[in-house]
């Protein structure tokens, strides 16, 4: 009786559903873990009730890029400030993928993108084409301000440093193993580093600028 009544008392199975439990799952154990399986057991189901929802586990990645592509703020269009447009963009797709680390390198890899990533491309894209950036020059800087995003998150990702606490431990190991006299550059810009500190926020900004600097000379 107890199992029955959890039946009914249970949210009935939808797309939706599959999608938030695989997005909880790859959030929580990483995209490696994916699996019908593990999702089923998220939802308490069998396997094998998804497949009247979903087509595959392609299709589920397929849905996963989709619902990050649907979390990044657009960036604002009408002929404004393109760059103050694209970087609110970046900061929010940041923002979303340092929550999603494990969608970084999925996300441009699927064929066959839902409606929220390509509304996102289309917002990107149309932000570009309204500052005047011809559609050579836009796909030139399409690519290099995502090249400049992605590889930003997943440097910051890898990086064994979250806190001001663990910079100092990690380059205080670093300089004590560390002869100076062999790396003199390395041990000065670590030991800068060390006294100063360093901070992602910070050094995303002023990449970030330095790229939409540089692709301003390709706009007509």
Same mark, same amino acid.
């Given at each position: 009786?107890?199992?029955?009544?959890? /039946?009914?008392?249970?949210?009935?199975?939808?797309?939706?559903?599959? &999608?938030?439990?695989? @997005?909880?799952?790859?959030?929580?154990?990483?995209?490696?873990?994916?699996?019908?399986?593990?999702?089923?057991?998220? &939802?308490?189901? /069998?396997?094998?009730?998804?497949?009247?929802?979903?087509?595959?586990?392609?299709?589920?990645?397929?849905?996963?890029?989709?619902?990050?592509?649907?979390?990044?703020?657009?960036?604002?269009?009408?002929?404004?400030? !393109?760059?103050?447009?694209?970087?609110?963009?970046?900061?929010?797709?940041?923002?979303? @993928?340092?929550?999603?680390? !494990?969608?970084?390198?999925?996300?441009?890899?699927?064929?066959?993108?839902?409606?929220?990533?390509?509304?996102?491309?289309?917002?990107?894209?149309?932000?570009?084409?309204?500052?005047?950036?011809?559609?050579?020059?836009?796909?030139?800087?399409?690519?290099?301000?995502?090249?400049?995003?992605?590889?930003?998150?997943?440097?910051?990702?890898?990086?064994?440093?979250?806190?001001?606490?663990?910079?100092? /431990?990690?380059?205080?190991?670093?300089?004590?193993? @560390?002869?100076?006299?062999?790396?003199?550059?390395?041990?000065?810009?670590?030991?800068?580093?060390?006294?100063?500190? !360093?901070?992602?926020?910070?050094?995303?900004?002023?990449?970030?600028?330095?790229?939409?600097?540089?692709?301003?000379?390709?706009?007509?």
């Amino acid at each position: 009786m107890g199992e029955a009544k959890r /039946e009914r008392e249970r949210p009935p199975l939808s797309q939706e559903r599959v &999608l938030q439990a695989a @997005l909880a799952l790859c959030d929580a154990e990483g995209i490696a873990k994916l699996s019908m399986r593990r999702i089923a057991q998220r &939802l308490g189901v /069998e396997a094998m009730s998804l497949y009247h929802h979903v087509a595959n586990k392609d299709a589920i990645l397929d849905g996963l890029v989709d619902a990050v592509f649907a979390e990044i703020a657009l960036p604002p269009r009408g002929g404004g400030d !393109w760059r103050a447009a694209l970087a609110l963009r970046c900061h929010s797709a940041r923002a979303v @993928l340092l929550r999603h680390g !494990w969608a970084v390198g999925l996300l441009d890899s699927r064929r066959n993108p839902g409606p929220a990533t390509i509304r996102h491309h289309d917002a990107v894209i149309g932000c570009l084409r309204d500052g005047g950036f011809s559609l050579v020059a836009t796909t030139h800087a399409f690519s290099m301000i995502d090249s400049y995003l992605y590889g930003f998150v997943l440097q910051e990702l890898a990086l064994p440093i979250r806190t001001p606490e663990d910079l100092g /431990e990690v380059a205080s190991d670093i300089l004590a193993a @560390l002869p100076v006299d062999v790396f003199p550059a390395f041990s000065e810009l670590a030991r800068h580093t060390l006294s100063h500190g !360093w901070d992602a926020d910070r050094e995303f900004e002023v990449g970030l600028s330095a790229v939409l600097g540089a692709i301003a000379s390709l706009a007509t």
